[in-house]
C-alpha cells in the first residue's frame, strides 16, 4: 500500500492539476468581469461629475451675467445651502490672483490660473486637504468662478470596490486550491483500488477483480471492463496451462517410449535390431509429425496465414477432394457423393481449406465408411453471405457428451483408432482463421458436420 | 557422380547428411557457416547445394540464397529449415531456392526431392512423349499405352502416371506426389495416395510379368524397368 501513496503529492493527480486550472480560469474571468466593472463605473461617475460642475458653473456665469457679480455671493450661499449634494459640493470665487472671496473651500496653494475648463485641484475644506474635481471659469470682472465636487467619495467607492474584489478573489483561490486538493484525493482514492487491484495481478494473483461500485460513474464502467479482460486473461491462461501440460505429455510420453526402445535395442541382434530401429524411425517421425501439427495450428490461431488469401472456388475444391478420397472410400464399398448449388467462393488459402475438408472427409471414412453400405455425403450452397457446407455421414456419430470436446487438442473420441488427436483441432483453427463457424450434430442415424463460411464479396452467384 | 554441397552448421545433423548421401555414391562438401558456404558455392561446380535456413554470425541462408541468384548462379538449392511457417517457404521460394523441406525429415524424403533437383536441370524441356520400358505416354493428346495395348486413365490417373515417368528410376515420396499431381499442400493423415497407386497399378501393370510401379518401403514409389535396391 505504501508504493500506492507514495506518489501522493496533489501536482502529480490529474484531478488536482485540472480542479485547479479551472479554478485559475474562474479567477481570471472574476478579474476581468470586474475589471471591465469598474472601469466603466468610474468612467460613468467622474462623467456625472464633470457635467453637473459644468452645469454649475454655466448657471452661476449666466447669473452673474444676468444680475451682476455682487449677486452672486448670495447665489453661491444658495447653491452651498440647499442641502443637495451639499457634502461633497464645492463653489469658490476668487480674485484675479487667486484669493478666496468667498466659498466653502479654498485652493491649496493659492494660485491664479491662465487655462479654464476641468481639472482636479488639491483643496482645503472644513480644515481638510482633499482633492476636488472642479470646472473653473473666469467672470468678467476677472475675478475666478470654481464650482465641482469632492473626489472623496468616488474614492471611497474606489477603495470599498477593490477591497471586496480582493476579499473575493481570496476565497475564490482557497476555494479552488482547496476544491482540487478535494478532487484530487476523491479521483486517487477510486484510481487507487484499481491499481492495487492491478498490483495484485501483475504479481500473479490472477482471481483479483476490482471492487465495483453501485454508481455507473467512468471509474465503475472501467473497472468492469478491465474485469472482463482479466476474466478473458485468466481464461486464456487456463487454456495455454491445459495445452501445455497436454503437449508436454503427448511429446513426452512417446519419447520415453523410443529412449526404452534405444536401450533395448542394443541388446538384440541382426534382423530384430533391424526391425526395431525401422520402427522407431516411424515413432519419431510420428513425433516430427505431432509438432509440425502443433506449430500449424498455433500459426493458424495467430492469424498470420490470412495475408496470403485468395478467391477459392469451392466447386473446385470440392470436385478436387471428391477426386482424392472417392477411391478410399470404393476400396471398402462405400460412396462419396459431393452437391454444390451453384459456384460459391470463398476468400481463403485453397490449400488450408482442402486440408480441412480432407481432414473432415477422414474422420468421416475412418469412422463411416469402415464396411460395405458406408456413405459420405458432401453438399454445399451459398445461404446469404455465408457458404454453407455439410459432410453427413451415416456412421455411428459420437456421444452427445463428448461433443463438445471433439476440437480439443489430443482430444480423442474413440481410442482405438489410429490418430493424434490434432485433425478437428487443426480444422478448427482453419475455420476460424477463415472467419468461419464449425458444428457437430448426430443425426440418427450418422454424422453432420457443418462449416459455415463467409462468401467472397463482389462474386456472382450463378 | 554428383557433387552436393551442404551449408549447414549443425555439425552432427551435417556429418549425417554427408554420409547418408556418400553412401548413394555423391561426392559431398560441408561447409559449418554462411561465408565459407557462399565462396565454395560460387567457386565449386555443384549439381546441387543444400542450405540450412539458419546460420551463424547474421549470415543467414537466405543472405546466401540471394546473393548466389544475384550473381546468376542457378545451382539447384535445397533449403533446410527449422522454420514451418508458411510466409518462411513462400520467402526462400521467393528468394530463388528450388525446394525447401522442414526439419525434422526423414533422410528418404531429402533423397527424393534432392533426385528430383537433379532430374529438373537435366531434363529443363520436357518431351512430348515418355517411355518407359514398354509404356508409352504421349502428353499432347493424353494417350497412354502399355505394349501396345491402350490404357484407359482417368485424366487424374493419367497426370499420376505421367509425373512418375518423368521421374523414372527415382523415388517419389507421397508429399511431391500430392503436391504435384493434385496442386495441394497438406500432409494427408490416411493412405489416400496409396489407393490412387493401387488402382493405377491395376490398370498399368496387371496381367504383365514385368511391373513398372514399385513401393519404396517407407518411403513413396517408382517408376522403373528395375526393382529398386531400396
Excluded at chain 1, 290 to 298: E, G, H, P, S, Y
Aim: negative net charge.
Amino acid at each position: 500500500m505504501s508504493l500506492l501513496h507514495a506518489a501522493r503529492r496533489p501536482w502529480s493527480s490529474i484531478a488536482f492539476r485540472l480542479a485547479l486550472s479551472y479554478g485559475g480560469l474562474l479567477l481570471l474571468t472574476m478579474v476581468v468581469v470586474l475589471t471591465i466593472f469598474y472601469v466603466q463605473m468610474v468612467s460613468v461617475f467622474s462623467h456625472r461629475m464633470d457635467r453637473e460642475a459644468n452645469m454649475d458653473l454655466q448657471r452661476l456665469q449666466q447669473h452673474a451675467l444676468n444680475h451682476g457679480e455682487a449677486s452672486l455671493n448670495q447665489e453661491i450661499n444658495r447653491l452651498l445651502s440647499d442641502g443637495v449634494d451639499s457634502q461633497t459640493e464645492i463653489a469658490i470665487l476668487t480674485d484675479s490672483d487667486g484669493n478666496f472671496l468667498i466659498g466653502n473651500a479654498r485652493i491649496l496653494p493659492q494660485r491664479s490660473f491662465n487655462t479654464f475648463g476641468l481639472r482636479e485641484l488639491p483643496l482645503e475644506r472644513y480644515g481638510r486637504t482633499m482633492t476636488g474635481r472642479v470646472a473653473v471659469a473666469q467672470l468678467p470682472s476677472g475675478n475666478l468662478l470654481i464650482v465641482g465636487s469632492d473626489m472623496d467619495a468616488l474614492q471611497d467607492i474606489e477603495q470599498r470596490f477593490m477591497r471586496a474584489s480582493l476579499t473575493a478573489a481570496v476565497i475564490v483561490v482557497i476555494l479552488a486550491i482547496s476544491g482540487s486538493i478535494g478532487f484530487g484525493r476523491l479521483v486517487d482514492d477510486r484510481a487507487a483500488s484499481i491499481r492495487h487491484t492491478m498490483l495484485q495481478v501483475a504479481n500473479g494473483d490472477l482471481g483479483q477483480r476490482i471492487p465495483l461500485s453501485d454508481d455507473e460513474d467512468e471509474f465503475t464502467r472501467l473497472g468492469r471492463d478491465i474485469n472482463k479482460m482479466l476474466d478473458q486473461i485468466e481464461l486464456l491462461m487456463d487454456g495455454v496451462r491445459h495445452v501445455s501440460n497436454t503437449i508436454a505429455h503427448n511429446l513426452r510420453t512417446p519419447l520415453t517410449r523410443v529412449l526404452l526402445q534405444l536401450r533395448s535395442a542394443r541388446h538384440l541382434g541382426g534382423n530384430e535390431q533391424q526391425r526395431l530401429l525401422e520402427h522407431l524411425e516411424q515413432e519419431v517421425q510420428d513425433l516430427g509429425t505431432v509438432f509440425d501439427k502443433l506449430l500449424q495450428i498455433a500459426e493458424l490461431e495467430s492469424g498470420m496465414r490470412r495475408q496470403e488469401f485468395g478467391l477459392v472456388d469451392m466447386q473446385g475444391l470440392l470436385a478436387d477432394i471428391a477426386d482424392l478420397y472417392a477411391p478410399v472410400a470404393e476400396e471398402t464399398g462405400s460412396h462419396l457423393e459431393v452437391l454444390v448449388h451453384g459456384h460459391p467462393c470463398a476468400r481463403g488459402d485453397a490449400d488450408l481449406l482442402a486440408n480441412a475438408l480432407a481432414n473432415l472427409v477422414e474422420n468421416a471414412l475412418k469412422y463411416a465408411c469402415q464396411q460395405a453400405g458406408g456413405h459420405l455425403r458432401i453438399t454445399a450452397e451459398q445461404q446469404g453471405d455465408m457458404i454453407d457446407l455439410r459432410l453427413q455421414d451415416n456412421g455411428p456419430g459420437v456421444p452427445a457428451d463428448l461433443l463438445p470436446h471433439i476440437t480439443d487438442r489430443f482430444y480423442r473420441a474413440h481410442e482405438r483408432q489410429p490418430g493424434h488427436g490434432l485433425g478437428l483441432s487443426s480444422v478448427q483453427a482453419i475455420v476460424q482463421l477463415h472467419s468461419g463457424s464449425l458444428h457437430f450434430a448426430n443425426l440418427a442415424p450418422g454424422f453432420e458436420v457443418q462449416l459455415r463460411l463467409p462468401a467472397a464479396a463482389g462474386v456472382e452467384r450463378a | 557422380m554428383p557433387r552436393f554441397l551442404i551449408i549447414e552448421d549443425d555439425s552432427q545433423n551435417a556429418r549425417f547428411l554427408a554420409e547418408g548421401m556418400r553412401e548413394l555414391q555423391a561426392e559431398v562438401c560441408v561447409c559449418p557457416d554462411g561465408v565459407q558456404g557462399l565462396t565454395q558455392a560460387v567457386t565449386g561446380h555443384w549439381d546441387a547445394i543444400v542450405l540450412d535456413r539458419m546460420l551463424p554470425d547474421g549470415f543467414d541462408g537466405i543472405k546466401i540464397l540471394q546473393a548466389l541468384r544475384g550473381m546468376g548462379n542457378t545451382t539447384p538449392v535445397l533449403v533446410l529449415s527449422a522454420l514451418s511457417a508458411t510466409d518462411e517457404r513462400v520467402r526462400c521460394l521467393k528468394a530463388g531456392c528450388d525446394d525447401y523441406l522442414t526439419k525434422p525429415f526423414a533422410f528418404s524424403e531429402l533423397q527424393a526431392r534432392l533426385e528430383a533437383l537433379l532430374r529438373r536441370v537435366q531434363s529443363a524441356a520436357p518431351a512430348p512423349v515418355l517411355e518407359v520400358g514398354d509404356l508409352r505416354l504421349d502428353l499432347l493428346s493424353r494417350h497412354a499405352e502399355r505394349g501396345g495395348r491402350t490404357l484407359m486413365l482417368q485424366p487424374r490417373e493419367f497426370r499420376l502416371l505421367a509425373f512418375l515417368a518423368r521421374h523414372v528410376d527415382q523415388t517419389v515420396t507421397r508429399t511431391m506426389l500430392l503436391e504435384s499431381v493434385w496442386d495441394y499442400r497438406f500432409d494427408p493423415q490416411t493412405n489416400v495416395i496409396d489407393v490412387h497407386i493401387s488402382r493405377l497399378r491395376n490398370k498399368v501393370d496387371k496381367g504383365v510379368e514385368q511391373p513398372l510401379i514399385h513401393t519404396v518401403r517407407g518411403v513413396g514409389y517408382c517408376l522403373s524397368t528395375q526393382a529398386p535396391g531400396l
